[in-house]
């Protein structure tokens, strides 16, 4: 349910229910094959989404938002502004901070926690591998990252956080309209 400080979102109901019947939809057609399953017992976690959509909606200074930052995301790199961020993807732009702070909170509400010898900031960005991405996120209100250009910070002793494995990644939002100039340019010059 929408908290008092959401009075203005009033299609908070509206917005749980299709989130169910969505998540109910998808549910079905991917562990069923579409057989209907009598009662797949989904329920959204209504809190997540009421803090989402005061992250999307109200402010940047949102809890969800601060709990997956990154040391190139605020808090750590620079402040977070007290409107949303901007969410106007254009047709050919620089990756938004949006964008960025979407794929943290993919990797941290959906990533697998990975504890093995993987206990500190450093140790968690030095992870490589070809599928999985790896995000160290503060994980706490209380959690100092080290910022890169600091070199006084030694990395290696952040232990607050909390490494993260996803499979989720950003990609350039190019259009194709764009990419047709490009590739008949391309092709003309030669």
């Not at 009075?7 to 094959?33: R, V």
């Not at 959690?143 to 002793?157: I, P, Q, R, V, Y």
Request: with cysteine.
């Amino acid at each position: 349910m929408c908290t008092v400080q959401f009075q203005i979102f009033f299609l908070c109901p509206n917005i749980f229910l299709a989130a169910e019947t969505i998540a109910e939809f998808i549910y079905q057609q991917a562990y069923d094959g579409g057989n209907k399953v009598d009662n797949p017992n989904l329920t959204i976690n209504r809190s997540i989404v009421n803090e989402l959509l005061y992250c999307y909606v109200v402010t940047a200074k949102c809890s969800l938002y601060n709990l997956s930052s990154t040391v190139q995301t605020p808090p750590t790199a620079g402040f977070a502004p007290d409107s949303p961020y901007p969410q106007y993807v254009g047709v050919y732009r620089s990756t938004l901070l949006h964008t960025y702070m979407i794929g943290n909170l993919l990797a941290y509400l959906t990533g697998e926690t990975v504890a093995n010898n993987i206990d500190s900031q450093k140790a968690c960005n030095d992870k490589e591998d070809k599928i999985w991405n790896y995000y160290y996120l503060k994980n706490t209100e209380n959690c100092d990252l080290c910022k890169e250009t600091d070199n006084t910070c030694d990395s290696a002793n952040v232990t607050c956080g909390v490494c993260k494995k996803t499979a989720s990644f950003n990609k350039a939002a190019i259009s194709p309209a764009f990419l047709i100039e490009v590739i008949y340019v391309r092709y003309h010059s030669i």
